[in-house]
């Protein structure tokens, strides 16, 4: 092709969204084919006589839309004719389950290409990752997970660790094999939805512990085992779903005693584990010989590759593990096994972990400063706001009146397993809305729950 120049306006939009607008005509009338490679950012910003903050910006939001990839060292290329899928792949933007904690996503152009080149990588194998593979992931993925759960302390033997299609169906597959129906499951008194949702399903009885700002009340544990005989203990440790509270160091240490002296197993769902920068060290560090820990990759990598890292108890526990699993779904994924492993061994993943975790910071700051005279609890790396409403508000008017904001929030109904549900709510601050969305959306959460009702 010609090199391609495009024209800019001195007035109008922004130049780099002008840039973007000028790619997509391109793709439309044809001057700019599938897998043609645009001017090298320099180049383009002298030719233009911009700077190249603004090309770059611009090339980003290209990508952003779709209409073109980038790859570190080789160049940006278009990526396909958006005239054909434009409204599709709008649908399936739009398609996002806003009653789940999202995590931030990343928009930093570097770092999407990072990505974008494992994903191309791995599809060069891609007939082989079509086949049925192992049940709980191969050697490769195996020493990925290793890698990975090291970030937590964690060095089991390979034989006790299983590639899993997200924590969700683990712990389905867990508590089909340590309990049947009717048995007790024991678990915070507030928790997380799925577990619940699983406990129902299997015919479960699930009893909620009281704790207080350190964890579950050792004393409540230690009952709840001697009145209802459990077969196992669900905990949430480390910022918990939805509360953002942590479990202490010493509270780990007096919940494995615990468990130890009566052989209580435990799955610990360690979903938020890795986001912050010193976290606790993990419960089976303390109790290995007992607990389950779920090493989920949907918060701090993407909720999309539907993969978890479990450590079992005992190679032989892994093995029914693995047994349960096959009748559940198989297998994981190999195509995200594959992504995953790539991301893990060339750093990508942890790149994406650090986004994360600066800008949930980031986010929770924002909170900080608009829902000053709120009443809630979080932390700097919490991925949402736990937060109790005032007297005479109720949390459906509140839900009803914050529809259509792009922030997800869910009543303290989903969450509550004793008693009746506070007036409370789990208010995400992450997903796709933008830093300045979300300060406008919590504005708006701000004025509702400062104004008396009826006024």
Known sequence: MHPWTPSLRRDGPARYLQLADAIAEGIADGVLGLGDRLPPQRRLADRLGIDFTTVSRGYAEAQRRGLVTSHV???????RDRTHDDARETRRRADVDLT???PPEPQDPNLLARMQDGLQAVSSNLIDLLRYQSVTGGQIDKEAASTWLSLRGLVPSLDRIAVTPGAHPTML?????????????LCEDVTYPGLRAIAGRLGLRVIGLPGDREGICPGALSEAIHRHAPKALYLNPTLQNPTTRTITPARRERIAEIITAHHLPLIEDDAYGFIPPHPPAPLAAFAPDLVWHIGGLAKCIGAGLRLAYTVAPSSHAARDLAHQLKTISVMPSPLMMALATRWITDGTADRIRRFVREETL?????????L???????????????MELPEGLSRADVIGRMAGTGVGIMPADAFTVTGEPSESLRVCLGGQISRSELHDALGLLAYITSTPPGT
């Open 173 to 185: 597959a867990i508590l089909m094999s340590l309990a049947a129906p009717g048995d007790c499951l």
């Open 73 to 79: 060292g080789r160049g940006t290329f278009v990526a």
């Open 100 to 102: 789940m904690n999202l």
């Open 362 to 370: 980031a986010r929770q700051a924002i909170a900080a400063k608009v």
């Open 372 to 386: 000053t005279g709120a009443t809630y609890e979080s932390e700097p790396h919490a991925f949402n706001v736990w």
